[in-house]
């Protein structure tokens, strides 16, 4: 079977490893070369404080970074309003390592001093960290096939010879496929922001997470120092072109970080880092068949590291052993209210957002 893969983000390229590992010949196309798209500007955080799905997508696409090695599992610590603190614990029904924390044993693993407000708490969850450069070399070197500086087009490449063609184009999935954004799963394009901040000293041993109404910061051991504020205001919803609305600026993020913590008084952005991102109508990504022989990979949103590896194995499976994909995964399927069957939309949002 010869395959040609659209994209060599996260996406095109774990579904080329898998589909060349069950025997297919695999070619990837992709002009700003592997890891040009969104995957390269990801901060690497897989993150295990999701609800289901998805929860199982990250907790197997963890285990298979950790096989090539890629991966450090750290300490995720939590300062949030109590109610998110207690949610944690339902994740233990999951096997996912999680609780509730004192402040002094938070502020020990974190290497900074956390001092929650009233009403306010602290946890742990499990979390990793992916090496995007690691990971890099880890798909090229060798490369599932072929991975060739060029732009394709899907019907081209069927009148080419090629039986099946991926379009694993992240947020241009829609313009490679000549379908407007809406039609690809009810889907939106939008700016995927995270801004970087200084922090005030400190040596970091986890990852740590503050929650602020909607809005989010993190810090990584990999940037001692620093922390990633996350993207709530930042979303700029709409087709490309579109009057976008005012995005929040760091700045004002941080205002409101400090009142919560003094761990974020003195901090101060120092840098931010976009990408084109998709997003589906409910949230959940669009993967499987968009025609005979043209396969969707797409709408990972903000969390392709945690879902691209366990959903290329479906998506590989469906392809050369004609397993069926889940229906809520269908890229047909539009922004509609939830009928009460397969998995609830916007399952996403975590505790606070
Ligand atoms: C700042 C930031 C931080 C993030 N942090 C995290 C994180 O910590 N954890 C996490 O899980 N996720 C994170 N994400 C989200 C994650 O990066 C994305 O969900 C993921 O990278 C999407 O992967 P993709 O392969 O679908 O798209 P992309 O990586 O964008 O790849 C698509 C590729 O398709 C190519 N392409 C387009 N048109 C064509 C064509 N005609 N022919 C050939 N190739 C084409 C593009 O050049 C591009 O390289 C972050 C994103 C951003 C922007």
């Known amino acids: 079977m ?27 196309a992709d002009p700003r070369g592997p890891m040009g798209g969104a995957t390269g500007a990801a901060s690497g955080i897989v993150t295990l404080q999701l609800p289901e799905p998805p929860l199982s997508w990250s907790v197997e696409s963890l285990d298979l970074y950790e096989s090539l090695g890629v991966a450090r599992r750290l300490p995720g610590i939590l300062v949030a309003p109590g109610e998110c603190i207690g949610g944690l614990l339902e994740l233990r029904y999951h096997g996912v390592e999680a609780g509730a924390l004192s402040p002094g044993e938070a502020s020990r693993l ?15 969850t499990l979390e990793a960290l992916v090496d995007l450069g690691g990971l890099l070399s880890r798909l090229t070197s060798p490369p599932p096939g072929p991975i060739r500086p060029v732009e394709a087009d899907p019907w081209r490449a069927l009148r080419d010879g090629f039986d099946v063609v991926v379009v694993a184009a992240g947020a241009w999935t829609p313009m490679v496929l000549g379908a407007p954004a809406s039609e690809v799963a009810g889907s939106a394009l ?28 993190y810090a990584v051991p990999e940037a001692p120092g620093r922390a990633i504020v996350g993207d709530g205001p930042n979303r700029i919803l709409g087709e490309p072109g579109e009057a976008a609305p005012e995005p929040g600026t760091p700045y004002e993020v941080l205002e409101e970080l400090a009142r919560v913590s003094p761990v974020f008084e003195e901090s101060y952005p120092t840098s931010s880092w976009a990408a084109p991102c998709m997003i589906t109508g409910d949230g959940l990504p669009a993967v ?8 969707v990979f797409a709408g990972l949103d903000g969390y392709g590291l945690m879902a691209a590896p366990a959903l290329a194995r479906l998506l590989a499976d469906a392809i050369t052993r004609g397993r069926p994909l889940p229906a809520s995964l269908d890229p047909h399927r539009r922004a509609r209210p ?5 998995p609830p939309p916007e399952p996403w949002r975590t505790c606070g957002s």
């Open 2 to 28: 010869r395959v040609l893969v659209i994209g060599a983000g996260i996406a095109g390229l774990m579904v080329a490893r898998e589909l060349a590992s069950r025997g297919a010949s695999v070619e990837v």
């Open 110 to 124: 974190a290497g900074l001093p956390i001092e929650p407000p009233n009403g306010w708490g602290t946890g742990y």
């Open 190 to 217: 939008y700016n995927c922001e995270a801004s970087s901040v200084r922090l005030p000293g400190g040596s970091l041993e986890a990852i740590l997470y503050v929650e602020h109404d909607g809005e989010s910061a």
């Open 288 to 295: 499987g068949e968009w025609v005979e022989g043209v396969y």
């Open 338 to 342: 939830w009928s009460g069957e397969g």
